[in-house]
């Protein structure tokens, strides 16, 4: 098992930027292909990125493409999302995830989920 705390979100102006930051605890962190997610009010939960367990493949949603950019490491059993160009259709609740077995990324069929950060783009 692993557990996942998000960090990072808060309020910031169209146009701006932030740093989404997942933490990992438990097993092994590599093993894991890790995801970011996001669910606004009333939609449902859709996927923003993922990254592969080495880090060398990296996918992303195409309303994001361009603008963020999803890394980790490790060594520090992290994951980081660095939005910039922040839209107030971004604003969302978003999610870590992680899965050992997932074959589609961008499902929702992770197997870990973290309690999410909330993320206010205003206009």
């Known amino acids: 098992q692993v557990q996942l705390v998000e960090s990072g979100g808060g309020l910031v102006q169209a146009g701006g930027s932030l740093r989404l930051s997942c933490a990992a605890s438990?097993?092994?962190?590599?093993?894991?292909?890790m995801g970011w997610f996001r669910q606004a009010p009333g939609k449902e939960r859709e996927f923003v990125a993922a990254i592969s367990r080495s880090g060398s493949i990296t996918y992303y949603a195409n309303s994001v493409k361009g603008r963020f950019t999803i890394s980790r490491d490790n060594a520090k059993n992290t994951v980081t999302l660095q939005m910039n160009s922040l839209k107030p259709e971004d604003t969302a609740v978003y999610y870590c995830?992680?899965?050992?077995?997932?074959?589609?990324?961008?499902?929702?069929?992770?197997?870990?989920w973290g309690q999410g950060t909330q993320v206010t783009v205003s206009s």
């Open positions: 438990g097993r092994t962190f590599n093993v894991y292909t």
């Open positions: 995830a992680a899965s050992d077995t997932i074959r589609g990324v961008t499902t929702t069929k992770y197997d870990y």
